[in-house]
Nanobody, 128 residues
Framework: QVQLVEGGGGLVQDGGSLRLSCAAS????????MGWFRQAPGKEREFIAG???????????SYVDSVKGRFTISRDNAKNTVYLQMNSLKPEDTAVYYC??????????????????WGQGTQVTVSS
């Protein structure tokens, strides 16, 4: 079993930045694909970023168009943690953000149904 705990959410002004963290326990997530999702009130959960395991050639990432150039996903295997750096935040980024782990090293997935473990979520609120 993998337990995931998100942190770093909060209230920030339009244009501000936050860095979310997702700390894993129970087993190493080094060989897991990791994803970040978000769910705003009244909306469905959406994929926003994913990252594969790190290999000799690095890792691959994927982003939803609405966050490309503003958000960066990264992972620190030594800390068993994944991060989401969020810059130039907008009010429409307000949501509960979730991290998720998929037991496949290299196949990125945008569907939440393909992920095996989920965190409890952290609230991000961007004020205008």
């Amino acid at each position: 079993q993998v337990q995931l705990v998100e942190g770093g959410g909060g209230l920030v002004q339009d244009g501000g930045s936050l860095r979310l963290s997702c700390a894993a326990s129970g087993r190493t997530i080094n060989n897991y694909v990791m994803g970040w999702f978000r769910q705003a009130p009244g909306k469905e959960r959406e994929f926003i970023a994913g990252i594969t395991a790190i290999t000799w050639s690095g890792s691959r990432t994927s982003y939803v168009d609405s966050v490309k150039g503003r958000f960066t996903i990264s992972r620190d295997n030594a800390k068993n943690t994944v991060y989401l750096q969020m810059n130039s935040l907008k009010p429409e980024d307000t949501a509960v953000y979730y991290c998720a782990a998929k037991s496949s090293s290299y196949k990125l997935a945008t569907s939440g149904g393909e992920y095996d473990y989920w965190g409890q979520g952290t609230q991000v609120t961007v004020s205008s």
